[in-house]
């Protein structure tokens, strides 16, 4: 967690009888990471850094000689990540099926999640050797794929498993937004994937 004052602080957590944030100076990896990305936070706004994605996909780089890595999950672009409407961020934490805001209760018992930014694992994604293939969400991904062919099909046989039917719409249309696809590649010359026939590639 990051915070933007007269420069950037990281976000450290104390405990004295309670949970309390301390606000310390940036590293320059930290900095950086803005700096890459051409991103200027305003004062007062909060957000998050994944180090460790960067470093799990120089991880993935080092061991592929030839192949795709697809990161599938919830995110933006550098740009909408650190829009001004998300300016606390999208850290999140779950509780019970309810999804809050706090960090500091139910410890140990509720998930902490927040969303990836994409151009952060596309530009250094091609530093570690890694091209860039195609970006999309995942109705457009799994339409391209012929999900949605096959959703009409199934509908057009009145197929007795309406179970198949819910999770069918589920992935292009309760997830279909929400989720994006971002396909990477290495020692392949061919850019063309069927999946990626909607693909963003402007979206840095």
């Known amino acids: 967690l990051v915070e933007m004052h007269e420069s950037l602080k990281e976000i450290f957590v104390n405990f004295n009888n309670g949970f309390t944030e301390e606000l310390r100076p940036a590293s320059q990896e930290l900095q950086n990471y803005f700096e890459e990305q ?13 180090l460790e994605a960067l470093e799990w996909l120089n991880d993935i780089s080092v061991h592929l ?31 019970q099926h309810t999804v809050t805001g ?19 694992l596309a530009i250094w994604g091609k530093k570690y050797g890694l091209d860039f293939t195609g970006y999309c969400n995942q109705n457009y991904f799994l339409r391209s794929l012929g999900l949605a062919s096959f959703l ?6 009145n197929v007795a498993d309406k179970g198949k039917l819910i999770q069918i719409n589920k ?34």
Not at 38 to 50: A, C, D, F, Q, S
Not at 111 to 120: G, L, P, R, Y
Not at 152 to 157: D, F, G, P, Q
Request: proline share 1%; net charge positive; charged share 20%.
């Open 102 to 120: 706090n960090l500091y209760e139910n410890i140990g018992k509720q998930d902490i999640t927040a969303h990836v930014n994409f151009s952060a």
């Open 152 to 157: 009409r099909k199934v509908e057009l046989e």
């Open 38 to 50: 051409n991103i200027v936070l305003p004062k007062g706004y909060r957000t998050e850094i994944n």
């Open 65 to 95: 000689a030839s192949g795709y890595v697809i990161t599938i999950d919830y995110g933006y672009t550098a740009s909408e990540y650190y829009s001004a409407k998300r300016n606390l961020g999208t850290l999140a934490c779950y509780y």
């Open 171 to 204: 992935l292009l249309f309760d997830m279909g937004d929400k989720f994006k696809v971002l396909i990477q590649q290495k020692g392949i010359a061919t850019k063309l994937l069927t999946g990626m026939q909607f693909s963003q590639h402007n979206f840095l």
